[in-house]
């Protein structure tokens, strides 16, 4: 099947849910057929159109792959789903699927959360300085001015500081934009040399992409070999799918290698995309012939540690924030005050 365009989630927030609820009815003997048509009827979140549309995909016999497209899910979810054709464990991906878009969701919520209270003080802050620097800041000059008074070293300082922090803070707001969105373009690249050449040399950006890869490769890997599957056949299957440019690549590059005679955890090695971490595991499961398990087993851990660090960066930024927060309240304090002190000692 050639890829087939995003379409927008139609199950909006309840899209994991719905994947749990399709494991659940599978695994109590409903055939896919019976279980999605009876899906697709109780969730009123879709529309009219949408609902006849899916029905008729359901009972003309279309793969869940199509039907889970029409949805809108993620390809990161669709190839999930594809690989469950050949390795036949589709309960336990539906499941697993459920789980990484609930995991996912929350830890972006919390990211939001920890975030969102800070930001909205520095929007206020930052609209107080512009108003300071328009209105109050000109009539304390202007009373310098009349009464013959200069501003002291700690006052110009002060000041000057307020006055260009709004400019400074736009140009950050600025270039953050612009970053992202150069970092957005790179991810959407199907030239993955050229993600490597980029990505891989920014520090936090490059951590989580390399992860983000290595979930992936060790989780199908490990499902396909535990389920009987040859390294060949799945080398060979990650190569010609379409669903995930990073796993074609992986696929594309071992097999290169291990023609060349490498074994399996001697190629992943040669691979800067894949964490590194991920060889003992390799090495241990062909020690013992139970490289699948293995594989699914640190699959885990890379997902557990994705959302470690972005908790942890999370909690890292908000109080970041809230010192320089701090620290600009001060000075707009003295800036309010130091003028009336000074005043008052210059009239006595």
């Known amino acids: 099947m050639k890829h087939i365009k995003r379409l927008k989630n139609k199950l ?19 055939t896919q057929k019976q279980a999605l048509i009876f899906l697709v009827e109780q969730y009123e979140v879709l529309n009219i159109k949408d609902k006849t549309k899916l029905l008729e ?11 889970l497209t029409y949805i809108g899910y993620s390809p990161a979810i669709l190839a999930q789903i594809r690989f469950s054709a050949v390795h036949g464990d589709l309960i336990n991906i539906l499941e ?5 878009i609930t995991k996912r969701r929350q830890t972006i919520k919390n990211l939001m959360k920890s975030l969102q209270y800070p930001i909205i003080l520095i929007s206020i802050f930052i609209v107080i300085l512009i108003v300071l620097n328009y209105t109050v800041i000109p009539q304390f000059n202007t009373l310098y001015e009349a009464m013959g008074t200069h501003k002291s070293n700690l006052m110009t300082i002060l000041t000057f500081m307020l006055n260009v922090l709004p400019k400074i803070v736009l140009v950050i707001i600025s270039i953050a934009m612009i970053f992202l969105m ?6 959407r690249s199907n030239n993955i040399e050229l993600k490597q050449s980029h990505l891989l040399k920014l520090p936090i950006i490059s951590t989580y992409y ?37 796993l074609k690549y992986l696929g594309q590059t071992i097999e290169k290698l291990l023609l060349s005679g490498f074994s ?45 660090k972005l908790e942890k960066l999370t909690k890292r930024i908000q109080p970041i924030i809230f010192v320089i927060l701090g620290l600009l309240v001060i000075c707009l304090y003295l800036v309010i005050v130091l003028p009336v002190f000074q005043m008052m000692s210059d009239l006595n």
């Open 57 to 67: 995909l359901i009972r003309d016999g279309k793969n869940l792959e199509e039907i």
């Open 182 to 187: 150069y970092i957005s373009i790179i991810l």
């Open 210 to 246: 390399k992860y983000n890869v290595t979930y992936k490769f060790s989780r199908e890997l490990g499902l396909m070999l535990s389920n009987g599957i040859e390294s060949k056949e799945i080398v060979n299957i990650l190569k010609n799918q379409n669903l995930d440019n990073e």
């Open 96 to 100: 697993s699927c459920y789980s990484y």
């Open 264 to 308: 399996m955890s001697e190629a992943v090695k040669q691979i800067p995309l894949i964490d590194q971490r991920i060889i003992p595991f390799i090495q241990h499961g062909e020690y013992n012939s139970n490289v699948g398990k293995e594989l699914s087993l640190y699959s885990e851990y890379v997902l557990e540690g994705i959302i470690f």
């Open 12 to 30: 909006k927030q309840y899209d994991a849910e719905f994947l749990k609820k399709l494991a659940h009815l599978l695994s109590n003997g409903f």
